[in-house]
């Protein structure tokens, strides 16, 4: 039997294939989103489908829904831009994205994701420190 003779599920089923490729995205950044680095729940078309955006993966990328709401069909570097959560990092990681590099963008975001275990725990020691002269 030949690959050109066989039936595939996602032949059957475009829907499927759609879901996979959702996940998959969800999966290149951890389910977190790419504008925030809050968990991810939707997918957000960096040029909005309105003005002639492609569900294609350099198109769309994850984000949470906050984000994606707020985002709605507005240029994506201009609205990212303007949010009080902006980091160049994740800028310059959104634009690789879109320009088919998502080896450079994952690499980036990993350099703008900060280790919030690392993080939690030098704060937690460094505040007990601080108030430490004041207890007695």
Known sequence: MHNRDAVFLEDLCPKLRDRRWRKSLHEFTGKSCI???ENSESIDHVLPRSKGGLSITENC???????????????AFEWYRQQRFYDPRRSMAIRAWTEGDIRLALR?????QPKKGKNL?????Q????YSWQAA
């Open 35 to 37: 504008y925030c680095g």
């Open 61 to 75: 990328v994850p984000a949470c829904l906050s984000c994606n709401g707020r985002k709605t069909d507005s240029d």
């Open 108 to 112: 980036l975001l990993k350099w703008a």
């Open 121 to 125: 725990e030098k704060s937690k020691t």
């Open 127 to 130: 505040l007990s420190e601080d």
